[in-house]
């Protein structure tokens, strides 16, 4: 060994297109994304460029040739994505891609997760089960929503009440107030974020309800904050520092080979103290 330092091998241009503002828009969810997929990178002694979302619709920054993995939250990023590939680049979805062009795409099977929320409250006796919905525009939020109505329908529940569209604290607030104000409101709770969760728990007490005992609550994202509630809360945890390292693996894959399978992480269903039997 010389000392001098490692010359990262050839390869095709690569970059990952995030939205602008993502630094703002989730302070859980983004940042293990990212480190994850740059983690990934420096093990294979790789780079990719990072631009937003806004530079790339020009598709003056991106090389010919280019692969790039475009993280995905919304129909106009589908839109994006296909016009990316249209135009000649190999191109990655991260997260799940629904449109007609063959591209592949690394994700986490949000609505497996939704389901096995819904299977451990039938499991504990719970029938009346509120769903606090995510952002009607958000890809996340509409997999979520899947994988609640296929429980639903699974196990044959009649009175599932469903409010909100935001995963925010207060948007869970606001969700479960109008649920429980209900004639027969819910005695749990299955919320598409864990600070819709958080949100919801606050509404509960300020109903006169408490959690576990009167309403169980089952958060998304198994964030830094979820085990520290009082009580903890239940959660169906995200693999997203996975999720990053199988986008950079698979993005290596694409601009050397110019295809890579889809991937598909399963989700974990976290149980803690914010859910008891009916």
């Not at 630094?23 to 859980?28: A, E, F, S």
């Not at 020009?58 to 790039?68: D, F, I, K, R, Y």
């Not at 009440?161 to 969700?175: L, Q, R």
């Not at 309403?215 to 169906?236: E, K, N, Q, R, W």
């Amino acid at each position: 060994m010389d000392g001098s330092p490692a010359v990262p091998r050839s390869c095709s241009p690569m970059a990952l297109l995030f939205p602008a503002d993502w630094q703002l828009m989730d302070p859980y969810y983004f940042p293990e994304v990212v480190t994850g997929f740059q983690s990934a990178m420096a093990l294979q002694e790789r780079t990719a460029a990072v631009y937003d979302y806004t530079v790339a619709e020009a598709m003056s920054v991106l090389e010919p040739g280019c692969a790039v993995a475009c993280l995905l939250l919304e129909t106009a990023h589908l839109q994006l994505v296909e016009r990316l590939r249209d135009a000649g680049y190999r191109v990655l979805a991260v997260n799940h891609y629904s449109g007609r062009r063959s591209i592949p795409c690394v994700r986490i099977d949000d609505a497996q997760g939704v389901e096995r929320a819904v299977d451990h409250l039938v499991g504990l006796g719970h029938e009346r089960i509120g769903f606090v919905r995510g952002k009607p525009e958000n890809i996340d939020a509409a997999d979520r929503q899947r994988g609640f109505d296929a429980a639903v329908k699974r196990h044959g529940l009649r009175h599932v009440p469903e409010a909100g569209a935001g995963f925010t604290e207060a948007c869970g607030y606001a969700a479960a107030r109008e649920l429980l104000a209900a004639p027969a409101p819910p005695t749990a709770f299955v919320c598409a974020s864990d600070l819709a969760a958080i949100g919801a728990s606050r509404a509960a007490r300020d109903c006169g309800r408490f959690v576990p005992h009167d309403l169980s609550v089952i958060g998304f994202g198994d964030f830094s904050v979820a085990p520290y509630m009082t009580p903890s809360l239940t959660t169906v945890r995200q693999a997203r520092l996975d999720l990053g390292r199988a986008a950079a693996e698979s993005l290596i894959r694409l601009a050397e080979e110019g295809d890579t399978p889809d991937i598909v992480l399963q989700p974990d269903l976290i149980v803690r103290e914010s859910t008891a039997a009916r």
